[in-house]
């Protein structure tokens, strides 16, 4: 099973700041299969970026998504009020599909 | 539009089991596999399996597999989760989620709470 680490579990941001969050995997995610989806508190998740750096339908082009191999990368350029959330990412090269702890992303 | 409509909030006992439905419209629904996820309290996101609609193959997790069983109804469109010999460590909100061509996750359904209380 593919164990995934991110970090840090908790960045506190200004609006208009920029977020970069890391995902790390105990092995190498076959075909980049990568995903990143947003969290907010009472709702389901939503999709973000696929392919590790794919902006899923309707993502606005300040979430981006990088890495290949063991280490991945989603940045949000600016900020915005709706981003502070929860950010998870998850494995879907291997089964188990499996999910980060997630990070934490709220305002300073 | 894609819609994944689940059934309702569900108190059990010890012991029992629980069947959760996911209703889908706005796509063809064999064409795309139906995962299950679940989120207990205040914890992270945990992957409980798949089932080809098309076919009725399914995959599962190794801490679900024996517990859990994933069916469909092809004909009104409808996934089904169920769970067997539930313990509270089961209480947890239950997606059902569309895995994309690229098998990410791309539309989930609201959730389905789950509590298991004597």
């Known amino acids: 099973e593919i164990v995934l680490t991110q970090s840090p579990g908790t960045l506190s941001l200004s609006p208009g700041e920029r977020a970069t969050l890391s995902c790390r995997a105990s092995q190498s995610v076959s075909n980049s299969y990568l995903a990143w989806y947003q969290q907010k508190p009472g709702q389901a998740p939503r999709l973000l970026i696929y392919?590790?750096?794919n902006r899923a339908t309707g993502i606005p082009d300040r979430f981006s998504g990088s890495g290949s191999g063991t280490d991945f990368t989603l940045s949000i350029s600016r900020l915005e009020p709706e981003d502070f959330a929860v950010y998870y990412c998850q494995q879907y090269g291997s089964s188990p599909f499996t999910f980060g702890p997630g990070s934490k992303v709220d305002i300073k | 539009q894609v819609q994944l409509v689940q059934s309702g909030a569900e108190v059990k006992k010890p012991g029992a089991s629980v069947k959760v439905s996911c209703k889908t419209s706005g796509y063809t629904f064999t064409a795309y596999f139906m995962n299950w996820v679940r989120q207990a309290p205040g914890q992270g996101l945990e992957w409980i399996g798949w089932i080809n609609p098309n076919s009725g193959e399914t995959s599962y997790a190794q801490r679900s597999q024996g517990r859990v069983t994933l069916t469909r109804d092809t004909s009104i469109s409808t996934a089904y989760m169920e769970v067997s010999s539930l313990t509270s460590d089961d209480t947890a909100v239950y997606y059902c989620a569309r895995g994309s061509y690229t098998w990410s996750l791309d539309y989930w359904g609201p959730g389905t709470l789950v509590t298991v209380s004597s």
């Open positions: 392919g590790a750096s």
